[in-house]
């Protein structure tokens, strides 16, 4: 009876850690999500000009939802010179906070309707949601230039 519930045991611990380590890696980049039997890519596109940054999506409801207005071509105003903004035609779910540091680069959400490009790193006592971050932020700064710039944001094609 010890041996059966030893085995047992034991059978269980290793499905455990087996079941677990698969789900890890279905997520180990970060940058997939599965649906159903298919996966998803979590990343975009951001062009500028003649300019194409790489972006992740953060794992949350509100890049989820920003995901599904894609492809938007917008017009970005500048602000303080450090970040691109505009408002989107209807609002996000949020779940803000506060970052302390905002890294150029970013793509986050103020309130629930103001989409914001950084490309200066800088304290913030502002919150925001995140909606993703520039894999390779080299270049975005001057690619946005210091006025008002249309960005076009789209998925990107596995």
């Known amino acids: 009876m010890k041996n059966l519930f030893f085995l047992t045991a034991l059978l269980i ?26 996966m998803e890519t979590m990343k975009i596109r951001i062009k500028v000009g003649s300019k194409t940054f790489t972006a992740t999506l953060a794992d949350n409801k509100s890049a989820q939802e920003f995901k599904k207005m894609l492809p938007l071509t917008l017009e970005m105003a500048d602000h303080l010179r450090n970040e691109k903004h505009t408002d989107l035609s209807k609002s996000l779910p949020t779940n803000s906070s506060n970052p302390r540091t905002i890294e150029n680069g970013d793509l ?11 490309y200066k790193t800088f304290t913030t006592s502002y919150s925001y949601t995140r909606l993703g971050k520039v894999n390779d932020a080299t270049g975005l700064a001057s690619a946005l230039g210091s006025g008002d710039v249309t960005v076009t944001f789209e998925l990107e094609k596995l």
């Open 108 to 118: 986050m959400l103020f309130g629930s309707r103001t989409l914001v490009l950084f």
């Open 13 to 38: 611990t290793v499905l455990g850690s087996s079941a677990s380590a698969c789900g890890n890696n279905n997520q180990s980049s970060g940058t997939e999500q599965k649906t159903g039997d298919k």
